[in-house]
């Protein structure tokens, strides 16, 4: 029985995997078939521009607020919501036919999808002991990469073989599945019918069915330095990620000469270097802290060498003089990001009963990063300054390796109280 039910984690972070896949799968979809769905309604370069931006408006302003409704919810509650929420929003893609109206169900898929990733966070917190955390963050972050690596076949696929509007129905209705799924399996781990005292206290540190706490309140939390180190983690980290999702074809299409042929063959390279990075850094942390090392020894290292290994990536694409030597150190640039587990550490400082709110800031400030660096790679396309780019990317996570050595302290040691006693 003790066995059992530990290896329950297991199975919740293969769900957590899988929401994330069909969460980049769904917001991929559009990107995917941008072309076709533009020609038939009517819509321009500018009207799809506007389009998505209602999609990161609603995305990183939900962000913040996501998170305090997970807390509140709860994670089986709020994730069952979210994911009915923005698979409903993305099978509904398939009935528009105005630009007005597609950008009301885009808006829609951000607010929804916020929640993903507040969510999964505070599920891991609740399912897994802490040297473990960063093995299944990994897992779920790994989730994302493995979405868009398969959106572009499989969406594909079905709208030349049933049309775009199917492919959208078909890709939502994904999460419908995913639901049943979901509320099958999943309870806290201190409340799960399953679970024997001795797994309990595995789980969670006490064998005690818990009292439910009073998350930490918004003013208390800006107070407090902790919470500022995991939100400018997010800013100096999430923009790397937007600019790999985003601006890798372009950039080496305009500076390398890739034809769309080259970008099928090469540009799913470094997501899936992001995918193993989330996995492998969760992997050597949880085996080296099982041999004795310290939590916080572990993932420092790790950040460290994450980081050196993107300022090296970095700046050989910034120099880059062939597009063998750009593929690499994109993909360098996107294993060191995986490795560094930016999403991991409110887990690894903060109770589970405010992971998800703490999660949720970062990322809506990271998200203002995102979009705040849009402009900059935007300005050096157009002046052809990428070099530029890359070099200010490849300090970022430095940077995000002093916020966790001045504002954070020891990972590995939750701040159960938010005072003056507390790092």
């Known amino acids: 029985m003790m066995q059992n039910g530990r290896s329950l984690r297991w199975a919740v972070a293969g769900l957590l995997f899988l929401s994330t896949g069909i969460n980049y799968l769904d917001r991929q979809t559009l990107s995917i078939l941008a072309a076709t769905v533009q020609a038939e309604l009517k819509i321009d370069d500018v009207g799809y521009a506007t389009i998505t931006s209602y999609f990161l408006l609603s995305y990183t302003v939900m962000y913040a607020i996501s998170g305090g409704l997970v807390d509140f919810l709860g994670t089986r509650r709020s994730l069952t919501i979210a994911v009915s929420g923005w698979s409903l929003a993305s099978m509904l893609h398939g009935f528009v036919h105005t630009a007005s109206h597609l950008a009301v169900v885009r808006f829609f898929l951000g607010a929804f999808e916020s929640s993903n990733y507040p969510a999964g966070v505070k599920a891991i917190a609740e399912w897994f002991p802490i040297r473990e955390r960063a093995l299944g963050i990994g897992i779920l972050a790994a989730g994302g990469s493995f979405g868009a690596a398969v959106a572009a076949p499989l969406v594909s696929y079905i709208a030349l073989s049933f049309g775009w509007r199917t492919a959208f129905v078909c890709v939502g209705a994904l999460g419908f599945v995913w639901v049943l799924l979901w509320v099958s399996l999943y309870h806290p781990a201190s409340t799960h019918p399953k679970l024997s005292a001795e797994d309990r206290a595995f789980l969670t540190g006490s064998s005690e069915p818990a009292v439910k706490p009073v998350p930490f309140g918004l003013m208390a939390l800006l107070s407090h330095r902790r919470a500022w180190g995991c939100i400018l983690i997010r800013v100096f980290t999430d923009p790397i990620v937007y600019f790999v999702s985003f601006w890798v074809p372009k950039y080496l299409t305009s500076v390398h000469g890739f034809t769309l042929a080259d970008i099928g063959k090469y540009v799913w390279i470094p997501f899936v270097a992001l995918s193993s990075g989330n996995i ?18 572990v993932r420092k290292s790790l950040m460290l060498g994450a980081s050196i290994l993107m300022l090296f990536s970095g700046l050989g694409v910034a120099y880059a003089a062939s597009p063998l030597m750009a593929v690499a150190g ?32 970062g990322g809506t400030l990271g998200g203002v990063a995102g979009i705040v660096s849009q402009y900059g790679i935007a300005w050096a396309s157009s002046h052809h300054a ?38």
């Open 280 to 297: 492998l850094g969760g992997l050597v942390t949880s085996t080296l802290v099982a041999q004795g090392l310290s939590v916080n020894r």
């Open 330 to 361: 994109i993909t360098g640039l996107s294993l060191g990001h995986g490795l560094w587990g930016n999403i991991a550490v409110p887990a690894e400082v903060f109770p589970s009963h405010s992971v998800a709110f703490v999660s949720g800031l």
């Open 386 to 423: 990428y070099p530029v780019i890359f070099i200010v990317f490849s300090v970022f996570p430095l940077l995000a390796f002093l916020a966790v050595k001045l504002l954070i302290g020891n990972l590995g040691e939750i701040s159960h109280r938010l005072d003056a006693r507390n790092p």
